[in-house]
């Protein structure tokens, strides 16, 4: 976890929740991949909640309840969960590790991807 | 997925002739490597431990010297296919111990407009699955040829 900010954490925790989905998923076992020991991304996917702050962790939780992928990557400063245009000074903030900057629009978590 | 819309995914820059690692680790080092050369990625290290994680729970080889790592991830923002040649093979964990010699690295993000990772995924293993295929495949050493050979096959 060393070196990692909280949305970066926060950022591989939905990765590894949407394997797990994903892996439990008959469409995707039906592709032939062999999968075992899913208890093992169980434990790193709970590891990433205790590294977690748990104000950054609840934010996460709460928005899950409503959109399925709670955060959402941002292009060219476009969130690509909904397409709404973000302030170009909001990726500044995002920068900082002190808060999470979340879409007007959707509600989603912002993460900048370029 | 029609094979028109897969042979669009494949690009002269995300192909890799000359995988040399011999880990598994070492292997999706140089398969990412491309995605950051041509910013398609901001850092390496979010989707490289996602795709370990994946590997952790089996390897992506389907045997037969063909592996297909692949991933969502918010690392990126489109469907990308990496495609990498390890002339000398690499020990990856494989389902039949041989070791794998060609790779298709999937990755796509969670939000996936047009859906086409899940059905990428299924046409891949497929098209590998096809014995002649396969073996044209493995002969393999450059962009040209690979593409070449994929199109006849899927003629
Ligand atoms: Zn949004």
Redesign the pocket.
């Known amino acids: 976890m060393a070196g990692k900010s909280q949305l970066e954490l926060l950022v591989q925790y939905q990765d590894l929740v949407l394997m797990l989905q994903e892996l439990r998923d008959e469409a995707v076992r039906g592709i032939g991949f062999q999968v075992e020991n899913l208890s093992r991304l169980e434990e790193a996917i709970q590891e990433l909640e205790r590294a977690l702050h748990p104000r950054y962790l609840r934010t996460f939780q709460r928005i899950a309840a409503r959109q399925h992928r709670p955060i ?1 990557p941002v292009s060219r400063d476009v ?1 690509l ?2 397409f ?1 245009r973000q302030p170009t000074s909001y990726k500044a903030r995002a920068w900082d590790d002190s808060e999470l900057i979340t ?1 007007e ?2 509600g ?1 978590i912002l993460y900048w991807i370029d | 997925m029609q094979n028109q819309l897969l042979l669009g995914y494949f690009r002269e820059h995300l192909f890799v002739a000359d995988i040399d690692a011999d880990t598994t680790a070492g292997v999706l080092g140089q398969l990412v490597e491309p995605l950051l050369k041509n910013s398609l990625i901001k850092n390496k290290t979010i989707i490289l431990e996602t795709l370990q994680k994946r590997e952790a729970l089996g390897s992506t080889s389907i045997g037969r010297n063909i592996a297909v790592p692949h991933c969502r991830t918010l690392a990126v923002s489109e469907v990308i296919i990496v495609v990498g040649i390890s002339p000398g093979g690499v020990d990856f964990n494989a389902p039949d111990g041989e070791p794998v010699n060609l790779f298709f690295l999937i990755v796509a993000p969670p939000q996936d407009t047009h859906n086409h990772y899940l059905p990428i995924l299924g046409k891949i293993v497929e098209i590998v699955r096809n014995d002649d295929i396969r073996a044209s495949l493995l002969q393999c050493g450059t962009y040209g040829e690979f593409i070449e050979t994929l199109e006849e096959g899927l003629r």
Do not use: D, N, S, Y
Request: proline share 0%; with cysteine; aromatic share 0%.
């Open positions: 959402a969130c969960g909904c709404a879409c629009q959707c989603r």
